[in-house]
Protein backbone atom coordinates (compact mmCIF):
# COMPACT_ATOMS: atom_id res chain seq x y z
CA UNK A 1 0.00 0.00 0.00
CA UNK A 2 0.90 3.63 -0.57
CA UNK A 3 1.97 4.88 2.66
CA UNK A 4 4.03 7.69 1.93
CA UNK A 5 2.67 10.27 4.20
CA UNK A 6 2.09 8.31 6.87
CA UNK A 7 6.08 7.88 6.52
CA UNK A 8 6.38 11.08 6.28
CA UNK A 9 4.23 11.68 9.23
CA UNK A 10 6.17 9.24 11.37
CA UNK A 11 9.93 10.42 10.44
CA UNK A 12 8.74 13.95 11.49
CA UNK A 13 7.87 12.54 14.72
CA UNK A 14 10.27 10.67 14.99
CA UNK A 15 12.65 13.49 14.90
CA UNK A 16 14.21 12.44 11.87
CA UNK A 17 13.07 15.00 9.86
CA UNK A 18 10.70 14.64 6.89
CA UNK A 19 10.31 16.61 3.10
CA UNK A 20 7.70 15.24 0.87
CA UNK A 21 8.52 15.56 -2.84
CA UNK A 22 5.08 15.24 -5.39
CA UNK A 23 5.02 15.75 -8.88
CA UNK A 24 3.09 17.78 -9.90
CA UNK A 25 3.53 18.40 -14.01
CA UNK A 26 4.62 16.62 -16.84
CA UNK A 27 5.54 17.32 -20.01
CA UNK A 28 5.52 14.83 -22.70
CA UNK A 29 7.05 11.21 -22.01
CA UNK A 30 7.17 10.81 -17.96
CA UNK A 31 8.40 8.06 -15.75
CA UNK A 32 5.62 8.36 -12.92
CA UNK A 33 2.10 10.04 -12.60
CA UNK A 34 1.70 13.40 -11.35
CA UNK A 35 0.37 12.81 -7.52
CA UNK A 36 3.64 10.23 -7.08
CA UNK A 37 5.46 11.61 -4.04
CA UNK A 38 9.19 10.13 -2.40
CA UNK A 39 9.60 11.26 1.00
CA UNK A 40 12.91 12.07 1.98
CA UNK A 41 14.81 12.49 6.06
CA UNK A 42 17.34 14.54 7.32
CA UNK A 43 19.40 11.30 7.28
CA UNK A 44 18.88 10.85 3.82
CA UNK A 45 16.47 7.58 4.17
CA UNK A 46 13.78 7.28 1.30
CA UNK A 47 10.54 6.11 0.48
CA UNK A 48 9.26 5.96 -2.93
CA UNK A 49 9.71 7.55 -6.32
CA UNK A 50 9.08 10.48 -8.08
CA UNK A 51 11.20 8.94 -11.43
CA UNK A 52 11.49 6.31 -11.30
CA UNK A 53 15.48 6.31 -10.29
CA UNK A 54 16.30 9.26 -13.30
CA UNK A 55 16.17 12.62 -10.74
CA UNK A 56 15.92 10.93 -7.11
CA UNK A 57 19.56 11.93 -6.34
CA UNK A 58 19.31 15.39 -6.87
CA UNK A 59 15.75 15.58 -5.65
CA UNK A 60 17.33 13.76 -2.25
CA UNK A 61 20.10 16.81 -2.37
CA UNK A 62 17.07 19.63 -3.05
CA UNK A 63 14.96 17.99 -0.52
CA UNK A 64 17.74 17.61 2.55
CA UNK A 65 18.55 21.74 1.78
CA UNK A 66 14.81 22.49 1.88
CA UNK A 67 15.10 20.81 5.76
CA UNK A 68 17.54 22.91 6.80
CA UNK A 69 16.10 26.13 5.79
CA UNK A 70 12.24 25.07 6.08
CA UNK A 71 11.40 26.56 2.66
CA UNK A 72 9.36 24.69 -0.26
CA UNK A 73 10.79 24.75 -3.71
CA UNK A 74 8.75 23.81 -7.19
CA UNK A 75 11.86 21.74 -9.40
CA UNK A 76 11.55 21.10 -13.29
CA UNK A 77 13.56 18.73 -14.88
CA UNK A 78 13.77 17.79 -18.56
CA UNK A 79 16.23 16.78 -21.49
CA UNK A 80 16.69 20.91 -22.23
CA UNK A 81 18.12 21.07 -18.44
CA UNK A 82 21.66 20.29 -18.37
CA UNK A 83 21.42 18.98 -14.67
CA UNK A 84 18.62 17.38 -15.11
CA UNK A 85 19.92 15.31 -18.09
CA UNK A 86 22.82 14.99 -16.02
CA UNK A 87 20.91 12.69 -13.85
CA UNK A 88 19.41 10.72 -16.26
CA UNK A 89 15.75 12.32 -17.65
CA UNK A 90 16.39 10.54 -20.83
CA UNK A 91 13.32 10.11 -21.84
CA UNK A 92 11.78 13.24 -23.79
CA UNK A 93 9.71 14.56 -20.81
CA UNK A 94 9.69 16.97 -18.22
CA UNK A 95 8.69 17.02 -14.90
CA UNK A 96 8.13 19.64 -11.87
CA UNK A 97 8.20 18.44 -8.43
CA UNK A 98 6.93 20.20 -5.16
CA UNK A 99 9.60 19.56 -2.06
CA UNK A 100 8.27 20.43 0.97
CA UNK A 101 9.65 20.00 4.34
CA UNK A 102 7.22 18.99 6.98
CA UNK A 103 6.37 20.80 10.34
CA UNK A 104 7.46 24.22 8.15
CA UNK A 105 6.14 24.63 4.69
CA UNK A 106 3.53 21.39 5.29
CA UNK A 107 2.07 22.15 9.16
CA UNK A 108 2.61 18.63 10.98
CA UNK A 109 -1.24 18.96 12.07
CA UNK A 110 -2.37 19.27 8.08
CA UNK A 111 -0.94 16.35 7.15
CA UNK A 112 -1.97 14.31 10.50
CA UNK A 113 -5.51 15.42 9.25
CA UNK A 114 -4.31 13.72 6.13
CA UNK A 115 -3.09 10.69 7.10
CA UNK A 116 -6.18 10.25 9.33
CA UNK A 117 -8.73 10.56 6.81
CA UNK A 118 -6.55 8.02 5.00
CA UNK A 119 -6.70 5.85 7.63
CA UNK A 120 -10.66 6.25 7.80
CA UNK A 121 -11.21 5.96 3.91
CA UNK A 122 -12.44 9.44 3.85
CA UNK A 123 -11.01 11.06 0.06
CA UNK A 124 -9.29 14.16 0.49
CA UNK A 125 -8.07 16.91 -1.15
CA UNK A 126 -4.37 18.47 -0.58
CA UNK A 127 -4.59 22.64 -2.10
CA UNK A 128 -1.30 23.92 -2.60
CA UNK A 129 -0.61 27.52 -4.23
CA UNK A 130 2.51 27.40 -5.80
CA UNK A 131 2.62 31.39 -5.68
CA UNK A 132 1.53 32.09 -1.98
CA UNK A 133 2.39 28.84 -0.70
CA UNK A 134 -0.96 28.29 1.24
CA UNK A 135 -2.55 25.21 1.70
CA UNK A 136 -5.63 23.53 2.96
CA UNK A 137 -7.50 20.23 3.02
CA UNK A 138 -10.85 19.78 1.50
CA UNK A 139 -13.02 17.14 1.29
CA UNK A 140 -14.44 17.91 -2.16
CA UNK A 141 -12.60 15.59 -4.63
CA UNK A 142 -15.72 15.76 -7.11
CA UNK A 143 -14.08 17.56 -9.64
CA UNK A 144 -14.63 14.37 -12.67
CA UNK A 145 -10.91 15.81 -13.65
CA UNK A 146 -9.68 13.83 -10.42
CA UNK A 147 -11.38 10.56 -11.41
CA UNK A 148 -9.29 7.39 -9.19
CA UNK A 149 -5.89 8.30 -8.65
CA UNK A 150 -5.61 11.55 -10.57
CA UNK A 151 -4.34 15.16 -9.31
CA UNK A 152 -3.05 17.88 -11.19
CA UNK A 153 -3.39 22.23 -12.01
CA UNK A 154 -6.29 24.30 -11.16
CA UNK A 155 -4.31 27.59 -12.47
CA UNK A 156 -1.32 28.14 -9.90
CA UNK A 157 -3.07 26.01 -7.12
CA UNK A 158 -1.77 22.20 -7.41
CA UNK A 159 -4.40 19.74 -6.03
CA UNK A 160 -3.25 16.39 -5.04
CA UNK A 161 -5.78 13.77 -4.68
CA UNK A 162 -5.71 11.14 -1.92
CA UNK A 163 -8.14 8.79 -1.98
CA UNK A 164 -8.88 5.24 0.00
CA UNK A 165 -5.87 2.52 -0.45
CA UNK A 166 -6.94 0.39 -2.71
CA UNK A 167 -8.31 -2.91 -1.47
CA UNK A 168 -9.06 -6.21 -2.79
CA UNK A 169 -11.59 -8.98 -1.77
CA UNK A 170 -10.94 -12.42 -3.14
CA UNK A 171 -13.01 -14.77 -2.34
CA UNK A 172 -12.21 -18.54 -2.40
CA UNK A 173 -8.74 -19.73 -0.99
CA UNK A 174 -7.69 -21.69 -3.87
CA UNK A 175 -4.27 -22.05 -5.37
CA UNK A 176 -5.08 -18.75 -7.96
CA UNK A 177 -5.08 -16.91 -4.56
CA UNK A 178 -1.92 -17.16 -3.76
CA UNK A 179 0.13 -15.88 -6.48
CA UNK A 180 -2.90 -13.49 -7.06
CA UNK A 181 -2.81 -11.27 -3.22
CA UNK A 182 1.20 -11.47 -3.33
CA UNK A 183 0.71 -9.44 -7.05
CA UNK A 184 -2.03 -7.54 -5.16
CA UNK A 185 -0.18 -6.66 -2.52
CA UNK A 186 2.80 -5.59 -5.04
CA UNK A 187 0.43 -3.25 -6.89
CA UNK A 188 -0.68 -1.46 -3.86
CA UNK A 189 -3.46 -3.76 -2.58
CA UNK A 190 -5.03 -4.50 0.72
CA UNK A 191 -5.80 -7.98 0.33
CA UNK A 192 -8.94 -9.26 1.96
CA UNK A 193 -9.47 -13.24 1.39
CA UNK A 194 -12.40 -15.28 2.34
CA UNK A 195 -13.25 -18.58 2.28
CA UNK A 196 -16.28 -20.22 4.65
CA UNK A 197 -14.03 -23.58 4.71
CA UNK A 198 -11.34 -23.17 7.10
CA UNK A 199 -9.29 -26.08 5.41
CA UNK A 200 -8.64 -23.54 2.33
CA UNK A 201 -8.75 -19.99 4.43
CA UNK A 202 -6.35 -20.42 6.98
CA UNK A 203 -3.16 -18.65 8.05
CA UNK A 204 -0.85 -22.26 7.27
CA UNK A 205 -1.34 -21.26 3.79
CA UNK A 206 -1.67 -17.77 3.59
CA UNK A 207 0.75 -16.58 6.63
CA UNK A 208 0.06 -13.24 7.60
CA UNK A 209 -3.09 -12.24 5.40
CA UNK A 210 -6.10 -10.79 6.40
CA UNK A 211 -8.80 -14.21 6.24
CA UNK A 212 -12.61 -14.50 7.20
CA UNK A 213 -14.23 -17.82 7.48
CA UNK A 214 -17.46 -16.47 7.67
CA UNK A 215 -19.71 -16.80 4.30
CA UNK A 216 -18.70 -14.38 1.52
CA UNK A 217 -22.06 -11.91 2.12
CA UNK A 218 -21.89 -11.80 5.65
CA UNK A 219 -18.09 -10.85 5.79
CA UNK A 220 -18.20 -8.46 2.99
CA UNK A 221 -21.31 -6.44 4.06
CA UNK A 222 -19.02 -6.36 7.65
CA UNK A 223 -16.14 -5.48 5.97
CA UNK A 224 -17.71 -2.94 3.17
CA UNK A 225 -17.29 -2.04 0.11
CA UNK A 226 -16.78 1.51 -1.84
CA UNK A 227 -15.12 2.04 -5.26
CA UNK A 228 -11.47 1.95 -4.56
CA UNK A 229 -12.55 -1.76 -3.93
CA UNK A 230 -12.21 -4.55 -6.06
CA UNK A 231 -13.88 -8.13 -6.03
CA UNK A 232 -13.08 -11.70 -7.37
CA UNK A 233 -14.76 -14.86 -6.73
CA UNK A 234 -12.60 -17.78 -7.28
CA UNK A 235 -13.89 -20.64 -5.08
CA UNK A 236 -15.91 -22.35 -8.34
CA UNK A 237 -18.51 -23.23 -6.00
CA UNK A 238 -22.05 -21.20 -6.33
CA UNK A 239 -22.86 -21.43 -2.95
CA UNK A 240 -19.52 -19.71 -1.62
CA UNK A 241 -19.50 -17.38 -5.14
CA UNK A 242 -22.98 -15.95 -5.49
CA UNK A 243 -23.81 -14.60 -2.04
CA UNK A 244 -20.60 -12.96 -2.34
CA UNK A 245 -21.58 -11.27 -6.09
CA UNK A 246 -24.86 -10.34 -4.64
CA UNK A 247 -23.25 -8.30 -1.93
CA UNK A 248 -20.40 -7.10 -4.44
CA UNK A 249 -23.42 -6.32 -7.52
CA UNK A 250 -25.35 -4.04 -4.90
CA UNK A 251 -21.71 -1.83 -4.12
CA UNK A 252 -19.34 0.55 -5.59
CA UNK A 253 -16.78 -2.20 -6.15
CA UNK A 254 -14.79 -0.46 -9.18
CA UNK A 255 -14.32 -4.31 -10.64
CA UNK A 256 -16.14 -7.07 -10.11
CA UNK A 257 -14.84 -10.79 -11.79
CA UNK A 258 -15.63 -13.86 -11.02
CA UNK A 259 -13.57 -17.56 -12.26
CA UNK A 260 -15.34 -19.85 -14.63
CA UNK A 261 -15.89 -20.65 -18.38
CA UNK A 262 -18.39 -18.99 -20.42
CA UNK A 263 -20.79 -21.66 -20.04
CA UNK A 264 -20.28 -21.40 -16.35
CA UNK A 265 -20.83 -17.92 -16.29
CA UNK A 266 -24.11 -18.51 -18.20
CA UNK A 267 -25.29 -20.27 -15.87
CA UNK A 268 -24.25 -18.08 -12.62
CA UNK A 269 -26.35 -15.20 -15.42
CA UNK A 270 -29.44 -17.13 -14.87
CA UNK A 271 -29.11 -17.44 -11.07
CA UNK A 272 -28.78 -14.36 -10.49
CA UNK A 273 -31.37 -12.67 -13.15
CA UNK A 274 -33.69 -15.17 -11.24
CA UNK A 275 -32.49 -13.25 -8.22
CA UNK A 276 -33.37 -10.37 -9.21
CA UNK A 277 -30.61 -8.55 -11.24
CA UNK A 278 -30.32 -6.76 -13.80
CA UNK A 279 -28.68 -7.16 -17.58
CA UNK A 280 -26.70 -4.10 -16.85
CA UNK A 281 -25.61 -5.88 -13.26
CA UNK A 282 -24.57 -8.48 -15.12
CA UNK A 283 -22.65 -6.33 -17.36
CA UNK A 284 -20.26 -5.22 -14.53
CA UNK A 285 -19.01 -8.60 -14.42
CA UNK A 286 -15.52 -9.58 -15.86
CA UNK A 287 -16.39 -13.46 -16.46
CA UNK A 288 -14.38 -15.43 -17.59
CA UNK A 289 -11.98 -13.74 -15.02
CA UNK A 290 -8.70 -12.12 -16.23
CA UNK A 291 -7.60 -10.73 -19.78
CA UNK A 292 -7.60 -13.57 -22.55
CA UNK A 293 -3.54 -14.09 -22.26
CA UNK A 294 -3.68 -17.92 -22.61
CA UNK A 295 -3.44 -18.82 -19.03
CA UNK A 296 -3.10 -22.29 -18.11
CA UNK A 297 -1.79 -22.25 -14.66
CA UNK A 298 -2.49 -20.44 -11.29
CA UNK A 299 0.08 -18.12 -11.60
CA UNK A 300 -0.44 -17.12 -14.77
CA UNK A 301 -4.39 -16.14 -14.72
CA UNK A 302 -3.62 -14.54 -11.42
CA UNK A 303 -1.36 -12.32 -13.59
CA UNK A 304 -4.46 -12.42 -16.37
CA UNK A 305 -6.40 -10.77 -13.83
CA UNK A 306 -4.26 -8.46 -12.13
CA UNK A 307 -3.77 -7.05 -15.31
CA UNK A 308 -7.47 -6.84 -15.89
CA UNK A 309 -8.21 -5.34 -12.41
CA UNK A 310 -5.70 -2.81 -13.36
CA UNK A 311 -7.08 -1.81 -16.62
CA UNK A 312 -10.32 -1.13 -15.68
CA UNK A 313 -8.80 0.84 -12.92
CA UNK A 314 -7.13 3.26 -14.95
CA UNK A 315 -10.20 3.06 -17.79
CA UNK A 316 -8.81 0.96 -20.14
CA UNK A 317 -11.59 -1.26 -19.97
Known amino acids: MDQIPEIALDWHRAGKGAALATVV ?8 RVGSQLVISGAGEIEGSVSGGCVEGAVIVEAIDALEDGQPKLLTFGVSDDEAF ?8 EIAILVEPVGTALPEDMLADLVAARAA ?40 IHNPPLRMAVIGAVHITQPLVQMARMAGYDPFIIDPREV ?17 DEA ?5 IDARTAVVT ?18 DAFYIGALG ?16 FSEGDMERIHSPVGLDIGSANPAEIAIATMAQITAVLRGKQ
Open 25 to 32: RTWGSAPR
Open 261 to 276: STRTHAKRVARLTEAG
Open 234 to 251: LSHDPKIDDPALHVALRS
Open 86 to 93: AVGLACGG
Open 121 to 160: RKPMAYHVNTQTWARHLSEDTSDARFRMDRSGFEEETFIA
Open 220 to 224: LTDWG
Open 200 to 216: FGSQARFPGETLSNEWP
